[in-house]
């Protein structure tokens, strides 16, 4: 299950991170983030070496949304060498996931 982070360790777990990461910024109300939950925990186990997966509550961390401009939830957030490389916004199947994390490695 991906980690939770706060604005506290967010730099040093995904900008600073050696490995790609993706961060899924989502709310607990949330029924598409829900449905994302086992898609990107699939993701996270096949790809277990290659990234690191973490969750950011937008209800929490109001102020990361911000700064990172997450306008709606669930949005998927792809970072590589501490930069935003690509995002992908709403319920997305597993295999436009893949896509994305092929992108990065």
Known sequence: M???VSAEDFDAKVLQSELPAIVEFYSDSCIPCKQLS???????????DKVNV???N?????ELAEK???MASPTILFFKGGEEVSRIRGLVKRN???EEVGKLL
């Open 96 to 98: 436009a996931l893949e």
């Open 68 to 70: 990172y401009a997450v």
């Open 2 to 4: 991906a980690v939770r």
């Open 58 to 62: 937008v209800n929490f961390d109001a």
């Open 54 to 56: 973490y969750k950011v």
């Open 38 to 48: 086992p898609i990107l925990g699939g993701i996270e186990d096949d790809y277990e």
